[in-house]
């Protein structure tokens, strides 16, 4: 979600009225991305590095989350969004943890799209705790594949991200699901989030569809005649 505060200072208003603009546009997006058949929609609304900015501006940002899940809940609840946060609540305040807790006790059990609010995470983070989780477990080394790894992740309840949005300009991944996004395509936009409209994420999901993902390999059509198995070389009758 890169851009809030450049939006708010283009406008002639303080940093915190681009993350309020941020958040007000989050049904927008699940609304125009729910019909298409995407499942699942990860937002980096704060990282673990975010805690060194101003306090004023922190102090903002998590008085914006709260009002998010006070306002947010019920209305996406309604929609038959399930909201999972990703990251650490123990930085939280008490009232902020609990209410975040009460959003997923609501609609854990709602089988529309899922938003998955990576809130206090890091990418580096989640990886640390998962290797001292598995350490407690005290599990043997030879058994850890990454298949049992992914399950210590934060994101253990859904699939590796297809595709990630840069907003903002940004060229960089910016510790966001460093393990997870290992063969995500990634789409780059000078678009400021509160600016990112349903216009412009058809362009990307079009984008999306006319990319060949090759995970490392060769897709057919890629490959030389010598290079294909026999069988694939044969002509056909």
């Not at 699942?40 to 805690?51: D, M, P």
């Not at 996406?76 to 305040?93: A, D, F, M, S």
């Not at 580096?124 to 049992?148: C, F, H, Q, S, Y």
Request: glycine share 8%.
């Amino acid at each position: 979600m890169d851009g809030n505060g450049r939006w708010a200072q283009k406008q002639g208003l303080p940093r915190i009225a681009g993350h309020e603009a941020g958040v007000q546009c989050i049904q927008g997006i699940l609304e125009t991305l729910a019909p298409k058949g995407v499942k699942f929609v990860t937002l980096y609304a704060f990282s673990t590095e975010n805690w060194g900015r101003p306090q004023e501006e922190v102090d903002g940002i998590m008085d914006v989350f709260s009002e998010a899940v006070a306002s947010q809940t019920q209305a996406l609840h309604e929609k038959n969004v399930r909201i999972v946060h990703v990251g650490k609540t123990e930085n939280l305040n008490p009232d902020l943890r609990e209410a975040v807790a009460e959003a997923q006790r609501l609609t854990r059990n709602n089988t529309g799209i899922t938003l998955n609010v990576a809130f206090d995470y890091g990418g580096r983070a989640e990886i640390l705790e998962a290797v001292r989780r598995i350490i407690k477990d005290g599990l043997d080394p030879d058994v850890i594949d990454e298949e049992l790894f992914s399950r210590y992740l934060f994101t253990a309840h859904c699939p590796d991200p297809d595709l990630i949005i840069r907003t903002g300009g940004e060229q960089r991944i910016s510790n966001f699901l460093l393990w997870q996004s290992a063969y995500s395509e990634i789409y780059h936009t000078p678009t400021l989030w509160p600016d990112l409209g349903a216009d412009e994420l058809e362009e990307v999901l079009v984008s999306f569809s006319l990319r060949r993902r090759r995970y490392g390999g060769l897709n057919p059509e890629d490959q030389s005649p010598e290079d294909q198995a026999p069988e694939a070389r044969a002509p056909q009758k």
